[in-house]
Structure formats: structure tokens, C-alpha cells
């Protein structure tokens, strides 16, 4: 008898069905048993003081124009989620009895929560405006370069592109590690976007909207120095002003150094903020 063609040919597909969705539930599987470490949804009415600090400032970087302060005014919730907001606060007077022109916020997870290897990642929109500079970042506890920084998310005021940067022993400040993810016009910065950072003992793979932008790995690190990141991170949300970074990129240096008039105007108008829907830090 011979063997029936149709019936040989179903089993055969059938089999194959079966067997990439046994797969795909095994990946599924794997990608559900991810431990959450930390997450925050900005559910509560205000920060989460057992999760987060608020940071005043003491020590000055990059030129950038405002100055830390804990304050309602720079950082609130709104809506489910948290938002950071510069200030025009001309001549205002730092703890260390300097002058700056801008308050804005910076919070940051240290002592209270870090971590070493992982997934990092929070979803963000942004205000369009050259000289604006909000980041999303990780930094390690002891000294700088020498305990890394990886920058997940940074942002200078042009809405079409964000970027990722990796500073550590060796390569830092102008870091040759740093790279753009450019948007389409229908779907940039001021849009939401999930900016996520997949940190292993060997690599460091930055990810928006879950695709890959960006690969740093130990043996590219140990090309220029040492690998700065076999030790523990915390978080950062900050939103700076100006600065070392926007000036290169705009080339402004007035009203004030990196940043516009119609920036100027906006922030006056508060309408230049940072907001985050969620935090959220996973492990394997």
C-alpha cells in the first residue's frame, strides 16, 4: 500500500506547530521568571522617600546652569507619574554660597536601592527645546570613572534623537562609547519611549522601545581601560540645564551657555519638563 502523501505531509506540520510553540512557551517562560528588584509606578500622591532622595546641590559639573534643590516646585506627581521641572530662579544661592539662574531635581536611588547586573529600564517623554538635558542614568558608589557610569538615556533638546553613553577607568568625558538612536518625526522624544539598559558581567546592550541601539562589551572596555562595571549601580533622574554637552551640540553660548531663548521662554512658562511613567529594575 502506498503511504498517503496529505496525511504525511499534516503530521510533519503539525509536528513542526508543536514543536515552535513548545519553544516559544519555554521563551515566554523565560522571559516571565525575571525577578522585579524595584519598580515604581508613581501610584502614591508623592515621591517614595524609602525609594528615592532627592539631591541638594554641593558639588557643580559641566557648567550646567541650575542647581539642585529638594523642592515641590522641580519634582512632583502628576497624573500616575513623576515629573521633573527646571525653574527661573535668578540669583538663587547655593549651600556653598554660589549663584545660579535655574533649579531644577535630581533623585537618585543611593543607599537605598543598587544592584549589580540586570535589566534597567523607564519609560519617559520629554519637552523639545535646545539646552534642555534630562537623563536617565546608573552610577557606581565609590569614585568616578574608576565605578562606572552608564548613561541609558540622555537627551540635549533636539527632538529627533536621544542617546547612550558609557563612561569607566580610562574612558570617560569624551568617551568613545556614546551613540544615538534617531526617531521617526511622527514618533520622537516627546513621545513615550521605554529607554532600557541589559547589563551582564560582559556586556552592556541598550535597548528603546526594545531594540537594540547600542552594544558595549568588557573586551571593547579593556581596549582603552578597565572594565568599570563588575560592581553596583544605582539610579538617576535628572533634569540639568545647558552645559558642556548641549553646547557642543548647539553651540550657544547666549542668553546662557547651551541653551536658547525660546528655551528661556519655555521654561519660564514651565512647560519644559521630564515625565516618567514607570521604573523598573529585573533580574534573571
Same mark, same amino acid.
Request: hydrophobic share 40%; proline share 4%.
Given at each position: ?100 539662574? @535655574? ?5 537618585? &536611588? #543611593? ?7 540586570? !535589566?534597567? /529600564?523607564?519609560? $519617559? ?57 534617531? @526617531? ?5 522624544? &516627546? #513621545? ?7 547589563? !551582564?558581567? /560582559?556586556?552592556? $546592550? ?79
Amino acid at each position: 500500500m502506498k503511504p498517503n502523501i496529505r496525511v504525511s505531509v499534516f503530521i510533519i506540520v503539525a509536528f513542526l506547530s508543536v514543536n515552535v510553540m513548545a519553544q516559544n512557551n519555554q521563551a515566554q517562560q523565560k522571559k516571565a521568571a525575571k525577578k522585579v528588584i524595584f519598580f515604581d509606578d508613581f501610584s502614591a500622591q508623592k515621591l517614595d522617600r524609602t525609594k528615592w532622595n532627592a539631591e541638594i546641590t554641593g558639588n557643580h559639573f559641566n557648567n550646567e546652569l541650575q542647581a539642585y534643590v529638594d523642592s515641590s516646585a522641580t519634582f512632583f506627581i502628576q497624573n500616575n507619574a513623576l515629573v521633573l521641572k527646571p525653574c527661573y530662579a535668578p540669583g538663587f544661592v547655593t549651600k556653598d554660597k554660589q549663584k545660579f539662574d @535655574f533649579i531644577s531635581a535630581r533623585l537618585n &536611588t #543611593q543607599n537605598k536601592f543598587d544592584f549589580t547586573y540586570g !535589566t534597567a /529600564e523607564a519609560r $519617559i517623554k520629554l519637552t523639545e527645546g535646545a539646552g534642555l538635558w534630562p537623563a536617565w542614568w546608573l552610577l557606581g558608589n565609590g569614585l568616578w570613572p574608576e565605578t562606572g557610569e552608564i548613561d541609558v538615556m540622555e537627551y540635549v533638546g533636539e527632538k529627533d534623537w536621544a542617546s547612550a553613553a558609557v563612561h569607566g577607568s580610562g574612558y570617560f568625558g569624551e568617551t568613545p562609547f556614546v551613540n544615538r538612536q534617531y @526617531f521617526p518625526a511622527n514618533n520622537d522624544v &516627546t #513621545q513615550w519611549h521605554v529607554y532600557a539598559v541589559d547589563w !551582564t558581567p /560582559e556586556s552592556l $546592550i541598550f535597548k528603546y522601545d526594545g531594540v537594540m541601539m547600542f552594544r558595549v562589551t568588557k573586551t571593547m572596555a579593556n581596549h582603552y581601560g578597565k572594565w568599570s562595571f563588575d560592581n553596583s549601580k544605582f539610579l538617576i533622574l535628572n533634569f540639568a540645564l545647558g552645559g558642556a554637552f548641549p553646547v557642543k551640540i548647539n553651540g550657544i553660548k547666549k542668553p546662557f551657555y547651551g541653551m536658547l531663548e525660546s528655551t528661556l521662554d519655555l521654561i519660564k512658562q514651565q512647560k519644559a519638563t521630564m515625565t516618567v511613567d514607570w521604573v523598573k529594575v529585573t533580574q534573571n
